[in-house]
């Protein structure tokens, strides 16, 4: 698939050379790649637990730790964006090898905890937000590359990209919560138990210059190579476009805002229940990727559409929770919402892919993640609004927003779909 004759610029020697494989990749290269996503995964999402120690430790305000939780967008959308337009000219792997060094030094960062002070977390959180930009565009993109040119049938790619990104959001968080309440002190240790992981991560992704997709070009980046044309086809703009913000939305009120409005009822366990949110929300993901690649159709819209109703239905419960602050009721809300995510986030990497053309690829992925993580702000907006209005109230606002996007995909269902290459 391929966008839209009229979106597509000249080819050119120079794309068509970095286009050229390095060398012939070994049929199990992406694993290495795979794990370095799942690595700056569990970095960029081991934070989400920590919300209420934060608040009792540093006193921190809910507003405070809703705009901590949010600040690494500031620094992922950056690197979704000018990443995937350096890694076409530098190569995949020394830019993902950035990403690398980024997790790690973030977070160390967020290892002096309290003593880093407000600007130490919002730097680690940024940092942080920068690796997980890299791996969203570069090794969605790198890992797709090595399926197709090892002879794995068509969505492979996508498929594990989301797989091992999503593992290691899920098992970040189920380290922190269990580490800060069982180590101390508990802003450090789950910090440096990930600072440990990174470094075999960087070994393994150094020792792999075999498994490079792009050759590297000399000629300076330029304003016009971030460009990516294909952000106007009428297909991502009506049926990616309104569901993206979903993705990461669904997620953040299922682990972030959910466990906010049950705190009370679960007293000292707060720390851990929000743990199990996490991963119950992210394991609920991984489980039902495979499900939503059965669903997706190159002549509909229908797993898109699937997975913006279980949205919708997920946080019209989550409304429910905020105003009997149930955590009985939270449990099966996150994992509604954690399918909803799952299906959603494969099957808008299908439809990139579908989109783009092979150099427009890492920068249609990044940008579809770039809106993607634009939904996890969605706490701190809340937050910002709960002086004025309930949590059950805007939950409700939100549900019917999620209700009209469902509805702007439904009515292009079959409609500006790319035409076969």
Known sequence: ???????????????????????????????????????????????????????????FTQLDVDVFLGAYVFGLIPGLLVASALSNRLGRRPVLLAGLWSALVGTLLLSLGVHGGYAGVVGGRMLSGVSVGIAMSVGTTWVSELATRSGTRSGAGARRSALWLTAGLGLGPASAGLLAQYASPALTWPFLTHALLCVPAIVLLTTAPWAETRARRTEPLRLADLRVPAVRHRRFLRVVLPMAPWVFGSAAVAYAIVPQQVEGAVGEWALLFAAALAVGTLGTGVLVQPVARRLDDAGSARAIVVSMALMTVGVALAAVTAATESPWLAAPVALLLG????????????????????????????????????????????????????????????AVLAAGCAAVCAAHWAKHLPAAA
Not at 2 to 23: E, K, Q
Not at 346 to 372: H, K, N, W
């Open 339 to 398: 399918a909803a995510y799952g299906i959603a986030v494969v099957s808008g990497l299908l439809e990139v892919q579908r989109i783009a053309r092979p150099d427009e690829l890492a920068g249609l992925t990044g940008v579809y993640y770039a809106l993607c993580y634009v939904g996890f702000l969605l706490p701190a907006v809340l937050a910002g609004l709960a002086h004025w209005f309930g949590y059950p109230a805007m939950l409700t606002a939100v």
């Open 1 to 59: 698939m391929s966008v839209d004759a009229s979106l597509r610029p000249p080819a050119t020697d120079a794309a068509t050379d970095a286009a050229t494989a390095v060398d012939d990749p070994h049929p199990h290269a992406w694993r290495r790649v795979a794990a370095a996503m799942f690595v700056i995964g569990w970095g960029g999402n081991q934070f989400t637990p920590l919300l209420s120690v934060y608040k009792e430790l540093g006193g």
